[in-house]
């Protein structure tokens, strides 16, 4: 069965560098989404693409933030300058197309992004 | 502000019983309510959509419930197995934009 496949799986970086975590969605989906992990916490919801340009953003996808679907497989996101509390589980997901009933999100495993 | 609740509790229940999971929200109308599963450092996996205008939804030993009246979705695993101990989320999704708000998750293990 395809699956979403998200690299590295484990990134630690220095606080105020730049990381960029790396998703490859099944291939006939077109619509994107990061979202994020705090430990102990809910999966919290940080943008969603389609069609090359983002959809919706929450409070969360700030300046420091930016995505990218460069070469129309792989999806990244980009931190600019981390901070600590930058430091989550970080899932890509994709889906095929919008409204409900056969079309599910499809979640990778997950980068966990360490900032120390 | 929007918000989901899970049972915050861990649920233990015996091999072979049901596991009921509830799932609450408030000021939100979702039109979609969705369940999945996680386990420990993996992704969400998708196990059960239903829509607004549903009632109850199966597959194989799953049953999802959804009230919207009550603003409640009940799920529940029939003759529960050691391997589905994992946590279950609970998220919704309006009919625009296909974001989903997750609620925190229920832990259930089932002991052998």
């Known amino acids: 069965e395809p699956e979403v496949t998200q690299t590295p799986s484990h990134q630690v970086t220095q606080m105020g560098q730049e990381v960029i975590l790396r998703c490859v969605p099944i291939?006939?989906?077109?619509?994107f989404y990061w979202y994020r992990q705090i430990l102990g916490q809910k999966v919290e919801f940080l943008v969603s693409?389609?069609?090359?340009?983002?959809?919706?953003k929450s409070e969360i996808f700030d300046d420091q933030f930016s995505v990218e679907r460069p070469d129309g497989s792989n999806f990244t996101l980009k931190i600019r300058s981390t901070k600590l509390e930058d430091s989550a589980m970080y899932f890509c997901?994709?889906?095929?197309?919008?409204?409900?009933?056969?079309?599910?999100?499809?979640f990778g495993d997950g980068t966990r992004l360490s900032i120390l | 502000s929007q918000k989901i609740e899970q049972n915050s509790e861990a649920l233990n229940i015996q091999e072979g019983k049901t596991a009921t999971l509830t799932c609450n929200y408030t000021?939100?109308?979702?039109?979609?309510l969705q369940w999945y599963r996680q386990d420990p450092g993996r992704g969400p996996v998708f196990l059960l959509l239903?829509?607004?205008?549903?009632k109850e939804k199966r597959k194989e030993r799953l049953k999802v419930t959804f009230d919207t009246t009550l603003k409640q979705s009940l799920f529940h695993i029939t003759a529960s197995q050691p391997a589905d101990s994992a946590t279950y989320l609970c998220?919704?999704?309006?009919?625009?934009?296909?974001?989903?708000?997750f609620g925190q998750g229920t832990e259930l293990s089932v002991k052998p």
């Open positions: 693409f389609y069609n090359n340009e983002i959809s919706e």
């Open positions: 000021n939100y109308s979702p039109a979609y």
């Open positions: 997901a994709s889906r095929q197309g919008l409204g409900g009933g056969n079309q599910p999100q499809h």
């Open positions: 291939s006939n989906h077109l619509y």
């Open positions: 998220a919704l999704e309006n009919n625009q934009g296909g974001k989903l708000i």
């Open positions: 239903i829509r607004e205008n549903e």
